[in-house]
């Protein structure tokens, strides 16, 4: 009939929809295409986990840390005694019976002020990239756990959150820090009262986010810039340490000169001067933009120099 509206069936795709809103929201499927269970465990099903696991332990005459050390054949029998009345994927129980076996005796939650001190002492005895798992073995701890305290929050106790912002005489704090500890969050955040490392590292970020906007680079700052990095060590432009080029710049140029900013007028200037297929490597790039950018800049400064010396005898 004329002059009848489009009904709750007409939007959606067929599907009812409450009028002022669009399309129910598609609910997430509670069984896979093999017909498995997905998600979260149920009670029921933890329960059901559970009795397995003490029935096997029972049956078998062995602990968690006996089958922890067995062999591969003690365990799959194991994983597949768990798997009894759930309909779950097998790779899922594995992952279930891994985490029980695997993490006997972690402990969780915050850290007490005497976990606290004897992780800063462990710390002076340990270095490298294992530390952290050597140390969460000391102390019945994840390695992710202390690594993660120890980068992102810092080891002091009861560190106050500050909400208030950052004002002129910590910005100089932090330029101190960086100067003195290089990027070592941990020991600038010692420096503040209620700052925390990664509170630290995300300001520094912000101010040279900041900076990068309002500088702008000039043709004689990117003859520079290459001029620069021709003299650096390096193989790959992933191994410059772009703090180190800042540092090698004229004390004359930019004060807002920062490493991400330089890093991003390098790339550009790669793309726009040199040809794809010759990108082949750092100092063949570098080699490129010396030859047909660099050279021709100063020896085109040096005519202009000279053609204003003459002109000034001329005038005499």
Same mark, same amino acid.
């Given at each position: 009939?004329?002059?009848?509206?489009?009904?709750?069936? %007409?939007?959606?795709?067929?599907?009812?929809?409450?009028?002022?809103?669009?399309?129910?929201?598609?609910?997430?499927?509670?069984?896979?295409?093999?017909?498995?269970?997905?998600?979260?465990?149920?009670?029921?099903?933890?329960?059901?986990?559970?009795?397995? /696991?003490?029935?096997?332990? $029972?049956?078998?005459?062995?602990?968690?840390?006996? *089958?922890?050390?067995?062999?591969?054949?003690?365990?799959?029998?194991?994983?597949?005694?768990?798997?009894?009345?759930?309909?779950?994927?097998?790779?899922?129980?594995?992952?279930?019976?891994?985490?029980?076996?695997?993490?006997?005796?972690?402990?969780?939650?915050?850290?007490?002020?005497?976990?606290?001190?004897?992780?800063?002492?462990?710390?002076?005895?340990?270095?490298? !990239?294992?530390?952290?798992?050597?140390?969460?073995?000391? +102390?019945?701890?994840?390695?992710?756990? *202390? =690594?993660?305290?120890?980068?992102? *929050?810092?080891? @002091? !106790?009861?560190?106050?959150? =500050?909400? @208030?912002?950052?004002?002129?005489?910590?910005?100089?704090?932090?330029?101190?820090?960086?100067?003195?500890?290089?990027? %070592?969050?941990?020991?600038?955040?010692? /420096?503040? &009262?209620? @700052? =925390?490392?990664?509170?630290?590292?995300?300001?520094?970020?912000?101010?040279?986010?900041?900076?990068?906007?309002?500088? $702008?680079?000039?043709?004689?700052?990117?003859?520079?810039?290459?001029? $620069?990095?021709?003299?650096?060590?390096?193989?790959?432009?992933?191994?410059?340490?772009?703090?180190?080029?800042?540092?090698?710049?004229?004390?004359?140029? !930019?004060?807002?000169?920062?490493?991400?900013? /330089?890093?991003?007028?390098?790339?550009? +200037? =790669?793309?726009?001067?040199?040809?794809?297929?010759?990108?082949?490597?750092? !100092?063949?790039?570098?080699?490129? +933009?010396?030859?047909?950018? $660099?050279?021709?800049?100063?020896?085109?400064?040096?005519? &202009?120099?000279?053609?204003?010396?003459?002109?000034?005898?001329?005038?005499?």
């Amino acid at each position: 009939m004329e002059g009848k509206g489009p009904t709750s069936l %007409d939007q959606g795709k067929g599907q009812p929809s409450v009028q002022g809103k669009g399309p129910p929201r598609k609910r997430r499927k509670k069984v896979d295409k093999t017909g498995y269970k997905v998600g979260n465990f149920t009670k029921e099903e933890n329960e059901t986990f559970e009795k397995n /696991l003490q029935e096997y332990l $029972v049956q078998s005459r062995l602990t968690l840390s006996e *089958i922890k050390e067995s062999g591969r054949s003690v365990k799959c029998d194991f994983y597949d005694y768990c798997c009894k009345g759930l309909n779950r994927d097998r790779h899922t129980i594995y992952n279930k019976c891994y985490a029980r076996l695997f993490n006997l005796g972690k402990r969780s939650g915050r850290f007490s002020e005497k976990e606290l001190d004897k992780i800063d002492e462990l710390l002076k005895n340990f270095q490298g !990239h294992s530390r952290f798992r050597k140390i969460g073995e000391i +102390l019945g701890r994840y390695g992710t756990q *202390i =690594a993660v305290r120890y980068n992102k *929050i810092g080891l @002091r !106790h009861n560190i106050p959150r =500050a909400i @208030r912002r950052w004002t002129e005489e910590e910005e100089v704090i932090l330029n101190e820090g960086l100067e003195k500890f290089g990027r %070592d969050w941990v020991k600038i955040s010692t /420096l503040f &009262d209620d @700052r =925390a490392p990664f509170v630290c590292q995300r300001h520094f970020y912000w101010i040279e986010n900041r900076f990068a906007k309002k500088c $702008v680079l000039s043709v004689n700052d990117d003859v520079t810039l290459i001029e $620069v990095l021709n003299r650096q060590p390096v193989n790959y432009s992933e191994d410059i340490n772009w703090s180190v080029v800042v540092e090698q710049w004229p004390s004359e140029r !930019h004060t807002l000169i920062t490493p991400k900013n /330089l890093r991003f007028r390098f790339e550009k +200037l =790669a793309k726009e001067k040199v040809p794809l297929g010759q990108q082949k490597d750092f !100092h063949c790039t570098i080699d490129i +933009l010396m030859e047909e950018f $660099v050279k021709p800049y100063r020896e085109k400064e040096k005519s &202009d120099l000279c053609g204003h010396g003459t002109e000034v005898v001329g005038g005499v």
